[in-house]
């Protein structure tokens, strides 16, 4: 039980990444290749910029090194390694990259494609290995007639191969349509594009063109996205469950390129919406609501924490804000006052499993579902927040309370405890700067007396634990003295007591 409220601090500190400043020719064509050297230097000298920040995964960083040595060395520019990112690695750390001042950011590794909007980013995937004809086999072995209406999806680090790929099967599958990878280009991202055919433009204006997590495709006309099967290249993951979860009425495949076989996707998708909504039931019987930002890249994010605010205070409910880095079951064990938390993150990071957390963890679409009486379950999935924006193609309005009745009082049952539950409403002229004005005072009686409900105080002041004391008045005041050197786990002069503790007078002499 205790392994999961801490970890090893020592083994921390001491953990080292083995990493090389030398590279033979082999290693170095090799890496310039996988890694898109050649274009990444031309992105950097085109564009003049001087501080280039590089940002690495974990899995990657091993050759961060060599890649920065070799863009300094063919630029003139100078490169930071962003190692550990805030959040998810495949999210764009451009508060990191503020840090440094750098004047562009160069994603490496998989990405969910979210839109940023502060500095020019350029996307290098690498290049994961790939058998085509392994793949191509699977696909037809899979979909044995050739008039299949199905959609091809991918992991962006096998975007180099889907060209190949495109060219084995489209003669053969009139009705195959494969995506192409697409970024907002207004704002000086882009993509290294390898193999992908140049000449296919889509008219994003056009009703048939779907534009959703950096992919882009056509449908036929007179048919549905439901009409088609989904065949997705990669491992099983985040992106996969992202898809899934999204377009939940099409039928799913993959193919895993590591073990070179395809399968028919079997997970459930009706028992993972169910648990989905189970989270809804939950967020509705909540009085209490923890913001969680999981983003700091993605853009119209504070956008969608001040629509979270407004309809968690019109639905009369408290919220408060929480940005804490990556997210763990000990961090959010320390407020027991908040009965849910919303995340706010991206796509792919947003369907957090807190089957383990002692609150469960809703998305905005959730949130929004629990608060927003207009909004109904209807089987669709919502993982992208910007599509709850006003403007979004999902977006559905807050409903305005009539003053003339009491309709802004409703009462239902709650289907986890089978109590009633009752939800006021707030009014517009209740909501002042967007806080509440009628929550924290409230009458009590005929004479207006007064009292504190629910507040955060009353919370603090019920804990078992409250912190540090404060002994006002009872501390002597004193003037700064010097500290202790070293770290928490072993200071200097610990570290000197200690040894001289161990030693014994036999020893001395």
Not at 48 to 62: E, G, I, R, Y
Not at 397 to 423: C, H, K, M, W, Y
Request: aromatic share 8%; with cysteine; glycine share 6%.
């Amino acid at each position: 039980m205790t392994d999961a409220f801490s970890s090893n601090s020592e083994a921390v500190i001491n953990r080292t990444v083995n990493v090389s400043t030398t590279t033979t020719d082999y290693q170095a064509g090799s890496l310039a290749e996988r890694y898109e050297i050649t274009e990444t230097c031309r992105f950097v000298t085109i564009n003049n910029f001087k501080k280039v920040a590089l940002q690495f995964p974990d899995d990657l960083l091993s050759d961060a090194i060599q890649i920065s040595a070799e863009v300094e060395k063919e630029t003139n520019a100078k490169t930071f390694i962003l190692g550990d990112t805030s959040y998810g690695s495949c999210c764009v750390d451009e508060v990191a990259a503020e840090h440094v001042r750098a004047d562009c950011i160069v994603h490496y590794g998989p990405s969910c494609l979210s839109p940023c909007r502060r500095l020019p980013l350029l996307y290098v995937f690498g290049k994961r290995p790939t058998d085509v004809q392994q793949c191509a086999a699977a696909f037809k072995e899979l979909y044995s007639d050739c008039e299949s209406h199905v959609i091809i999806l991918y992991d962006v680090t096998y975007s180099h191969a889907i060209g190949d790929l495109r060219q084995l099967l489209c003669e053969i599958y009139p009705n195959v349509v494969v995506s192409l990878l697409k970024v907002d280009h207004s704002h000086g991202a882009k993509l290294i594009h390898d193999s992908l055919v140049a000449d296919d433009q889509l008219d994003s204006q056009d009703d048939r063109v779907i534009f959703t997590f950096g992919r882009q495709f056509s449908i036929q006309e007179g048919l549905r996205i439901d009409d088609y099967s989904m065949f997705y290249i990669g491992q099983e993951g985040l992106t996969l469950t992202n898809f899934m979860m999204t377009w939940n009425r099409c039928s799913f495949s993959s193919f895993d390129p590591i073990t070179c076989t395809g399968r028919v996707e079997s997970i459930n998708i009706n028992k993972a919406l169910m648990k989905r909504y189970y989270a809804v039931e939950r967020a509705k019987d909540a009085s209490v609501v923890g913001i969680m930002v999981g983003t700091l890249g993605v853009a119209n994010y504070l956008t969608i924490i001040d629509q979270l605010k407004d309809i968690i205070h019109k639905a009369g409910k408290k919220s408060y804000m929480f940005a804490m880095g990556k997210i763990n079951v000990p961090k959010l064990a320390n407020f027991l006052e908040i009965d849910v938390y919303v995340l706010v993150a991206c796509p792919e990071n947003s369907l957090l499993d807190s089957s383990e957390f002692y609150r469960p963890v809703v998305t905005p679409f959730e949130m929004e579902l629990a608060c927003n009486k207009h909004r109904d379950w209807t089987g669709e999935y919502v993982t992208d927040f910007r599509d709850l924006l006003p403007g979004g193609s999902s977006h559905v309005g807050f409903p305005e309370p009539n003053q003339s009745n009491n309709e802004e009082e409703t009462t239902d049952v709650s289907l986890i405890t089978g109590a009633l539950r009752t939800t006021n409403f707030t009014t517009s002229s209740e909501i002042i700067d967007g806080t509440l004005q009628s929550t924290s005072l409230v009458p009590r009686n005929e004479t207006l007396t007064v009292a504190n409900t629910n507040t955060a105080a009353s919370y603090l002041a019920g804990r078992s634990w409250q912190g540090l004391e404060p002994k006002l008045g009872r501390t002597p005041v004193v003037k700064a003295v010097k500290g202790r050197r070293g770290i928490a786990i072993a200071y200097e002069e610990e570290g000197l007591g200690n040894r001289d503790s161990s030693t014994t007078p036999h020893q001395q002499s």
